[in-house]
């Protein structure tokens, strides 16, 4: 299905480029969010326990943006991102961490403001789909000090179609342009069946207690050049 999806794009994407009023841009982007979930427990002087998580994702991205009519264009493309997500659980013996690489393909309304070519709004959605994931996680138990440990990639595993919805503002000169975006994240990925493939236990891996930790926003910036 991935196949089908990338081929339709693709010509999609080969057909706009033959119109009038289309641009190709060539962007690298840098995404990246926090989290403290604090819904997890308390300790005893009342400080909430959760999970810290954060991670720093780059990428490249090449797209074509075509105009539909007046100040509405459609901007769609391809990327590939990398990233690595580092989870702590504060109170608890364990480490968790893991590496990911996915492709996505973003499918925007760009609004062109007052039709100046300097200033856009960009709206719409990113279907993406997990290339490979590499999880390395390890538990100490805190009565007889046993060490558990596994990694490998998880990939097989986990669900790997997801979808993001985009809203970002990108800003023009000349041919180069940059802004600034913000996801949110449309799919409760969870993992899948990896708990049945995992040395560690549903209570000892951070990566399997946080159903993978799927961050709702990430926030991102992204600095390119028009080619066309």
Known sequence: MLKHFAFILFSCCLFQVSQ???????????????????????SDDGTPIGFLTKFIQPGIELAVENRLSGQLYVYSGMAFNQYQTVYHEPGISGSSEIKQSLVSFPL?????????????????LVPYYVLS????????????????????????????????????????????VFGGHV???????????????????????LFLNSEGSVFKFVYGIHVGYRLK
């Open 20 to 42: 009038a009023q289309t641009r190709i841009y060539l962007t690298g982007t840098i995404q990246g969010a926090s989290e403290l979930a604090l819904e997890w427990d308390y």
């Open 108 to 124: 925007l309304l760009r609004i062109n403001n007052r039709n100046r070519n300097s200033f856009y709004t960009d709206i719409g």
């Open 133 to 176: 994931a590499s999880l390395k996680e390890s538990y100490t138990d805190p009565n007889s000090g046993t060490v558990t440990q596994d990694e490998g990639n998880v990939a097989p595993f986990l669900p790997r179609v997801g979808v993001n919805f985009r809203y970002g503002l990108t800003f023009a000169f000349n041919r180069l």
């Open 183 to 205: 996801n949110l994240n449309l799919t409760n990925r969870g993992t899948g069946d990896l708990i049945r493939n995992w040395d560690l236990t549903g209570s000892e891996s």
